[in-house]
């Protein structure tokens, strides 16, 4: 079965940096597409940024300046590095991937087959 595991989430003060971990079993997630997303309750859903299988990225025009998605593909394991945090970047945090790709830098929510558990972050001002 497809698994992804974030981790990385914490509280920090504004300004402050966090890098989030998604560790990926069960597919071959070099061939997938895969994103990070955030939400905080009673709001909707957003996405943060999305990464194809060639390592090309899109990001939430408001974050692309402070926050960096990569892959390491021989690890199974997506990453988002998020620089000069903000107490509105507080959310729990969410790692997704799908099996298409082609549609991947265009990708929202509903687009994404499996999701993790998620990671809490708290930037406090």
């Known amino acids: 079965q497809v698994q992804l595991v974030e981790s990385g989430g914490g509280s920090v003060q504004a300004g402050g940096s966090l890098r989030l971990s998604c560790a990926a079993s069960g597919y071959i997630a070099s061939s997938y597409c895969m994103g990070w997303f955030r939400q905080v309750p009673g709001k909707e859903r957003e996405g943060v940024a999305n990464?194809?299988?060639?390592?090309?990225?899109r990001y939430k025009d408001s974050l692309t300046d402070r926050f960096t998605i990569s892959r390491d593909n021989a690890k199974n394991i997506l990453y988002l590095q998020m620089n000069s945090l903000k107490p509105e970047d507080t959310a729990m945090y969410y790692c997704?991937?799908?099996?298409?790709?082609?549609?991947?830098?265009?990708?929202?929510?509903?687009?994404?087959?499996?999701w993790g558990q998620g990671t809490q972050v708290t930037v406090s001002s």
């Open positions: 997704a991937a799908d099996s298409g790709d082609w549609y991947c830098l265009t990708a929202s929510g509903t687009d994404f087959n499996y």
């Open positions: 990464i194809d299988s060639n390592g090309n990225t």
